[in-house]
């Protein structure tokens, strides 16, 4: 049996070390919505979307899983059952849900199961966590178009898990905007664009 930890790892004080917002989103501002998803290692999940307009915040942590407050160490062992996971405050007037899906699919590869590149196991997996039964929709009906893209171009068939919001646990303090010009501006990546692309309405 894990040890668990007994609360999450940030604090209330704690600042998003690129866009200066809150880090612990649990009050989001009137009109904004949250996004979750789980797209390989989360420290170039995160960079992807801290760099879209619209996007007012970010963090890193898990989800998906059955243990509550895990450790990176336990989530890593595949045991948890958790993903890696970036969460995304979001001004809908600015960044429709829709185009966060959309960069969701073109910047990792939806197709290969428990992993994401070198990155093997299943806190690796692909993953759209929705709040509303629009975000649901919109998450269904994009995966449906990106299936014949993938398809044509020689890929396998979309792996991503599609299932309502779990519980998030925030990741350690260090993982937080790990990517930013201040931490660790040359760490790891493994996000590769598949390259493809479905007309935009």
């Not at 930890?5 to 004080?13: A, F, G, H, L, N």
């Not at 009050?27 to 797209?39: N, Q, R, S």
């Not at 942590?61 to 890593?76: K, L, S």
């Not at 925030?170 to 990517?179: D, F, G, I, V």
Request: negative net charge.
């Amino acid at each position: 049996m894990f040890p668990f930890r007994d609360k999450s790892i940030p604090t209330t004080d704690d600042r998003h070390a690129v866009l200066d917002a809150p880090l612990v989103t649990d009050e989001i501002p009137d009109g904004f919505e949250v996004a979750v998803f789980g797209l390989g290692c989360f420290w170039g999940a995160e960079e992807i979307y801290w760099k879209l307009p619209g996007v007012w915040s970010t963090s890193v942590g898990y989800a998906g899983g059955a243990a509550e407050n895990p450790t990176y160490e336990q989530v890593c062992s595949g045991r948890t059952g958790h993903t890696e996971a970036v969460r995304i405050v979001f001004d809908p007037s600015v960044v429709s849900y829709a185009e966060l899906v959309r960069a969701f699919y073109e910047v990792h590869d939806p197709t290969q199961g428990m992993r994401q590149g070198n990155d093997i196991g299943s806190q690796y997996r692909s993953a759209i966590y929705y709040f509303s039964p629009e975000q649901e929709k919109v998450a269904r009906e994009l995966t449906d178009t990106y299936q014949p893209v993938l398809t044509a171009a020689g890929y396998g068939a979309i792996t991503t898990e599609i299932a309502p919001a779990p519980t998030y646990w925030y990741a350690e303090r260090y993982h937080q905007q790990y990517l930013s010009p201040g931490k660790n501006p040359n760490g790891y990546r493994c996000h590769s664009a598949t390259g493809l692309k479905v007309p935009r309405d």
